[in-house]
C-alpha cells in the first residue's frame, strides 16, 4: 500500500513561478527522499531529508519535514518548461526494512 | 560512469506466457531493489536484495513473481503464467551503502 499521499495530484503553473508540491505519511521515517521522473520512466534522486532535520536546499530545491505532522513539502523555485514531470516523494521507515515507500506522486506542468 | 540498466525497454506478451526482466546495477552497489509502477500510480516495492543476506520479498504480490541475482551483481525478475494485470512498468534501484537509490529506465511490460 502507498504509505505517501502527494497533494496535489496535479499542478500546472508559468514559467517563473514557484511550485509547493506537499506528502505526507504515516508511520516513523528514517528519512524521507523526493524522485523526479520524466514520461513514466526511470526516476533521478532530487534530494533527501533526515527525520532529524527540518529543511534542507539544493539549488533551486527547498524540502521541507515536519514530523509532528508527518508531512513534508517540495518547493522548486523560478520554474522552467523543463521541470515539467511527476514529483514523488518517498519514505525509508524506521527499522530494518531498506525498501522505500512512494506516494502517488505530483504533476507538474510548466507551461513556457 | 555507466548507470543501472534494464532489459528489454519494453516487452510485450500474451497471458500465460513466462518472461524475464533482467537488471544491470551499477557496479559496486550492494543493494538492488524491483518495484512496480502502474499507470499513473506511484512505485510498489517487490523484493530486495543486499549482499549476500536472503531476499526481502516481502512485496511479490504472487508466487508468479520470483526475481534472483547473480554473483552479487546481475538480477533477473521472474513473472510466471502472466495476467493482464501484472502489465506495468517494472523498475530496478541500486544503492550503494547510503539510502539514496538510483533507478533504471524501467522495462514495460504489457500483457495482452
Known amino acids: 500500500s502507498q504509505q505517501g499521499e502527494e497533494d496535489p495530484q496535479a499542478l500546472s503553473i508559468q514559467e517563473g513561478e514557484n511550485a509547493t508540491m506537499n506528502c505526507s505519511y504515516k508511520?516513523?521515517?528514517?528519512?524521507l527522499q523526493w524522485y523526479r521522473q520524466n514520461s513514466g520512466r526511470g526516476l533521478v534522486h532530487l534530494i533527501l531529508?533526515?527525520?532529524?532535520?527540518r529543511e534542507k536546499h539544493s539549488g533551486r530545491l527547498r524540502v521541507t519535514l515536519d514530523t509532528s505532522k508527518k508531512s513534508s513539502s517540495l518547493l522548486i523555485t523560478a520554474s522552467r518548461a523543463a521541470d515539467t514531470a511527476s514529483y514523488f516523494c518517498?519514505?525509508?521507515?524506521?527499522?530494518?526494512?531498506?525498501?522505500?515507500?512512494f506516494g502517488s506522486g505530483t504533476q507538474l506542468t510548466v507551461l513556457p | 560512469g555507466a548507470g543501472v540498466s534494464q532489459s528489454p525497454s519494453n516487452k510485450v506478451t500474451e497471458k500465460g506466457k513466462d518472461v524475464e526482466l533482467r537488471c544491470d546495477p551499477i557496479?559496486?552497489?550492494?543493494?538492488l531493489y524491483w518495484y512496480r509502477q502502474s499507470l499513473g500510480q506511484g512505485l510498489e516495492f517487490l523484493i530486495y536484495?543486499?549482499?549476500?543476506?536472503?531476499?526481502?520479498k516481502s512485496g511479490l504480490p504472487s508466487d508468479r513473481f520470483s526475481a534472483e541475482r547473480t554473483g552479487g551483481s546481475v538480477s533477473t525478475l521472474t513473472i510466471q503464467r502472466t495476467q493482464q494485470e501484472d502489465s506495468a512498468v517494472y523498475l530496478c534501484?541500486?544503492?550503494?551503502?547510503?539510502?539514496?537509490?538510483?533507478f533504471g529506465p524501467g522495462t514495460r511490460l504489457t500483457v495482452l
Open positions: 534501484a541500486s544503492s550503494p551503502p547510503s539510502d539514496t537509490q538510483y
Open positions: 508511520t516513523s521515517i528514517n528519512n
Open positions: 531529508i533526515r527525520s532529524n532535520e
Open positions: 518517498a519514505t525509508l521507515n524506521s527499522g530494518s526494512a531498506r525498501q522505500l515507500t
Open positions: 557496479s559496486g552497489h550492494t543493494a
Open positions: 536484495f543486499q549482499g549476500n543476506s536472503a531476499p526481502d
